[in-house]
């Protein structure tokens, strides 16, 4: 069993930051990629950023400059710091991580329930 839980959202003025975090937990052999997306109301979920293991890091177009993704990889922990938060910021935020659970397991990709981020004044 995995568990992926997410934290850290709220209610934010435009402009303003937050820190999400995503930790996994459970049976994880390595977690390989991770991944932050968020789905606004009436749209399709997308891509945020993501990280590989190694570090490697890619960024939506929309939040390059303003968002920094990160993990802890002893702590089986992602983060996602939020700059310069604006209106249409405003989504659910899943994190999603590759996971092999055994070392001849193949990696599987987990999901968290999302937190709520809200940028409104």
């Known amino acids: 069993q995995v568990q992926i839980v997410e934290s850290g959202g709220g209610l934010v003025q435009p402009g303003g930051s937050l820190r999400l975090s995503c930790a996994a937990s459970?049976?994880?052999?390595?977690?390989?990629?991770m991944y932050w997306y968020r789905q606004a109301p009436g749209k399709q979920r997308e891509l945020v950023a993501a990280i590989t293991s190694g570090g490697y890091k890619n960024y939506a177009d929309s939040v390059n400059g303003r968002f920094t993704i990160a993990r802890d990889n002893p702590r089986n922990t992602m983060y996602l710091q939020m700059n310069i938060l604006k209106p249409e910021d405003t989504a659910v935020y899943y994190c999603s991580a590759d996971i092999a659970v055994g070392r001849l397991a193949n990696k599987e990709n987990y999901w968290g329930q999302g937190t709520q981020v809200t940028v409104s004044s």
């Open positions: 459970g049976s994880i052999f390595s977690i390989y990629s």
